[in-house]
């Protein structure tokens, strides 16, 4: 397929009415992330969150090798339609080449922070952050999420790393690659279903306040032009029990190994099947936590 000239482009972007800040929100979360019944209900609590706190709702993503930032509902509706079967998942490596020829893709946080730094979108909500890989000293595998905070100036808001990786590695490779890591109303860097881990490190800052922390990410963002990650632990009353998640893990593991699941597909079979396996409950979770960082997030747009 010959690209069209529109491939090359910089990313569509929608106006936010009356002057106000976007939110980039991914769409690997509701391709990928959620159940396909709860995507569309997903996207729509999302958007009214943001816009509920004073900010503009940006979802991200690509419809027919048209990367958008701002997509409106039909667009969204054709990545949902299509699902995850159909809709890969994009990440700053095969992001052009889906843009070549001409794909749908669903926008992990590597590629929406590209995408949204590119169409002057600065603040990011998403779920948890890729990460080092357990068995790292086997098999190097690391997710294109961490090298994104060094090229693209864009604070994240995350619940730290997804539980089901390294978490205190890729809190080490995060200070490695001089990433600053911040936390809003907490010292200890969070581990998406738990609000901290035993021996995973600290934030390099804490701030108690939005109007203080909205400060700090203009001024950060400006100084040296990379990204920041902004941890926001999951709600306390909706923190999963430490026991409860180790046994749900270790069956959702096994369940993802004999499903033959391999490489960028791992992470999405591990987490579908923590879902079914706990009953919903980590799918409770990961919703009450993608919740709770997108209304900080926008609390923080609207502040910039």
């Known amino acids: 397929m010959t690209p069209t000239a529109t491939h090359a482009q910089p990313p569509t972007a929608a106006a936010a009415p009356h002057g106000r800040r976007r939110v980039a929100l991914e769409t690997t979360l509701l391709v990928h992330g959620v159940p396909p019944e709860a995507s569309r209900g997903l996207a729509k609590k999302l958007g009214d969150i943001c816009r509920g706190e004073g900010a ?31 809709v890969p998942k994009l990440n700053s490596g095969n992001l052009g080449a889906v843009l070549f020829r001409g794909g749908h893709g669903a926008t992990t946080v590597s590629a929406t922070m590209e995408l949204a730094a590119r169409a ?14 357990n068995g790292y000293d086997r098999r190097l595998d690391i997710s294109a999420d961490l090298g994104a905070f060094t090229r693209w100036p ?13 978490v205190a590695a890729t809190r080490e490779l995060l200070e490695t690659l001089g990433v600053c890591v911040v936390g809003y109303q907490t010292d200890e860097f969070p581990a998406f279903y738990r609000r901290s881990l035993a021996g995973v490190g600290r934030v390099d800052a804490r701030f108690d306040d939005v109007e203080t922390l909205a400060k700090f990410v203009r001024f950060e963002l400006a100084r040296t032009n990379r990204g920041i990650v902004v941890c926001n632990p999951i709600p ?21 190994r004999a499903g033959g699941a391999a490489g960028r597909g791992v992470t999405p079979a ?13 799918l409770r979770a990961n919703v009450a936590l993608v919740e709770s960082n997108t209304s900080l997030a926008a609390r923080i747009a609207a502040r910039m």
């Open 56 to 86: 503009e709702p940006a979802v991200v993503g690509v419809v027919s090798g048209r990367a958008i930032v701002g997509m409106n509902g039909a667009e969204l509706d054709v990545l949902l339609s299509a699902g995850a079967k159909q």
């Open 154 to 166: 864009v604070a994240v808001v995350t619940s730290g790393v997804k539980s089901i990786l390294d």
């Open 236 to 256: 306390a009353e909706h923190e999963l029990d430490a026991g409860d998640w180790a046994r749900w893990l270790g069956e959702a593991e096994a369940k993802a």
């Open 120 to 133: 002057g979108v600065s603040v990011f909500a998403t779920g948890g952050l890729g990460g080092v890989h």
């Open 270 to 282: 591990v987490l579908a099947a923590l879902h079914e396996v706990s009953g919903g409950a980590t």
